[in-house]
């Protein structure tokens, strides 16, 4: 079965201490996966999409990378503004014409000054 | 403007109502999907559309119906809530392949 998993739920930060999020995914082929932002009673917020085991992309103080099992969101010295919820989804290569996302719960980031 | 706009933004309603949330995009993609998310859950589909004549249940469409009443919009309804119904729900857009997947703001809605 299909699963996506982020860890850590929670994470509590100093401004400015760098940490990093974990997605790990079991999909029978990878289209793309998905990072969003969310915050509090809003619609997720497109972050990136990564496409290949390999591939980076970043933003800011944020930093997607990829590999076949799982992929990180490096935050670099944060802010409190950017504290959310970072929401993980992967899209299957092989999930017919659906393309629909498989969501984690999300790691509920806390930025403090 | 936003590019999918959903309408309410929150509403209460009593069990056995039925209720009709609203999106629209325009992004001028072909594709619209209907997600629910719920605390330690995550977000679920509930309906898809790849056009206004092709429609198809998602993991969790029991309860819910959908109508597509152009590419730019597409509504979801509960014919007669119920409180476990009660959760935000999302709609999305994207194009044919699944690129530019783009969310509104949600409705919140609660079931009393």
């Known amino acids: 079965e299909d699963q996506v998993t982020q860890s850590p739920e929670a994470l509590r930060l100093q401004e400015g201490e760098s940490s990093s999020l974990n997605c790990s995914y079991t999909?029978?082929?990878?289209?793309?996966l998905f990072w969003y932002r969310q915050d509090p009673g809003k619609g997720p917020e497109f972050l990136f999409t990564?496409?290949?085991a390999g591939e980076e992309k970043e933003k800011e103080r944020l930093k997607a990378t990829l590999t076949k099992k799982e992929s990180f969101l490096h935050i670099t010295a944060p802010k409190p503004e950017d504290s959310a919820t970072y929401l993980c989804?992967?899209?299957?290569?092989?999930?017919?014409?659906?393309?629909?996302?498989?969501f984690g719960t999300g790691t509920l980031l806390a930025v403090q000054p | 403007d936003a590019d999918v706009t959903q309408t309410p933004r929150n509403r209460i309603t009593k069990t056995g109502k039925r209720i009709m949330l609203e999106c629209s995009q325009t992004?001028?993609?072909?594709?619209m999907y209907w997600y629910r998310q719920d605390p330690g859950l995550g977000l679920r589909l509930i309906y898809y559309?790849?056009?206004?004549?092709?429609?198809n249940k998602g993991e969790i469409s029991d309860g819910y119906s959908v109508s597509r009443q152009a590419q730019a919009k597409f509504s979801l309804s509960l014919e007669s809530a119920i409180p476990n119904q009660t959760a935000l729900y999302f709609c999305?857009?994207?194009?044919?392949?699944?690129?530019?997947?783009?969310f509104g703001s949600g409705t919140r809605l609660t079931v009393v």
């Open positions: 559309s790849f056009d206004v004549k092709d429609i």
């Open positions: 992004k001028g993609h072909d594709r």
């Open positions: 999305a857009t994207s194009d044919s392949q699944g690129r530019g997947y783009t």
């Open positions: 990564l496409y290949s």
């Open positions: 999909v029978s082929g990878l289209r793309g």
């Open positions: 989804a992967v899209q299957e290569l092989y999930g017919g014409a659906t393309n629909k996302l498989i």
